[in-house]
């Protein structure tokens, strides 16, 4: 039985798809409002806490006492990690900082970090000549993709390979997991919703074929018409991640 594909709607108007580019503008403003706040305000909380619990554990007290602060500075500590993952996944500031090519190569190596799972990364080692808006479209794409494959996926491998030609951006995600039916993707969500309105809102398209047990791969296509800084190309770097 052939595996299916789901492909994302390119029939959208000018109006329309300037309308949703400003949309995913405003979400990603909201996301760095809400990372900003839980950086300054909760994150700082957490850390004066954990502060003043360690000074309770220095002083002399109980075993049961000094275990049960121990028990909290645990939690606490898993709290915090906990804090910087959601920070992270709301604003893409590694994007900012370093660029596209290596906010994609740390999404990845966090994966196969946490997840002891082998990762083949092919992608141009320059992409500063494209446009704010495709780069951040490009890095949610991925970093999606890369939550469903280390939520769901149950894979041993996965790729993601980046192409562009003086026209056109080819991105493909795979995993060899275990896979879905469309129906069950739709049911679930697996936050391709929003990668396909993503790639529409820039005048993209976006195809999923996955079959259960058979894996999973997710192809999105951006134009690149107008969506340049600079005219030029960077060659290809391969780099494999055990």
């Known amino acids: 039985m052939p595996s299916k594909a789901v492909k994302s709607h ?28 839980l950086h300054d305000e909760t994150g700082q909380a957490l850390m004066v806490l954990r502060f003043h619990l360690e000074m309770l554990a220095a002083d002399n007290g109980s075993a049961e006492h000094k275990g049960k602060i121990e028990e909290s500075l645990e939690l ?11 920070i992270a996944r709301l604003s893409p500031r590694v994007l900012e900082e370093l660029g596209l090519v290596s906010a994609i190569r740390r999404q990845v190596e966090i994966v196969t970090r946490h997840m002891e799972i082998r990762a083949a990364l092919d992608v141009p080692e320059d992409l500063r000549w494209l446009d704010h808006d495709l780069e951040v479209a490009i890095y949610r794409s991925i970093q999606e993709a890369l939550h469903n494959i280390a939520k769901h996926s149950r894979a041993e491998s996965f790729s993601v390979r980046l192409r562009t030609t003086d026209s056109r951006l080819s991105l493909q995600i795979a995993d060899d997991g275990v896979g879905f039916s469309p129906r069950a993707a739709q049911l679930r969500g697996f936050g391709l919703t929003g990668m396909r309105e993503r790639a529409a809102a820039l005048g993209g398209s976006m195809k999923v074929r996955s079959k259960p047990d058979q894996g999973t791969r997710i192809q999105i296509s951006f134009p690149l018409n107008g969506r340049k800084h600079r005219a030029g190309n960077g060659s290809l770097e391969r780099t494999a991640a055990a």
């Open 10 to 37: 390119a029939g959208e108007t000018p109006d329309m798809s300037e309308h949703s580019r400003q949309l995913l503008k405003a979400q990603e403003e909201e996301r760095r409002r809400i990372s900003r706040e």
């Open 76 to 86: 606490l500590d898993r709290t915090i990690e906990g804090l910087r993952r959601t």
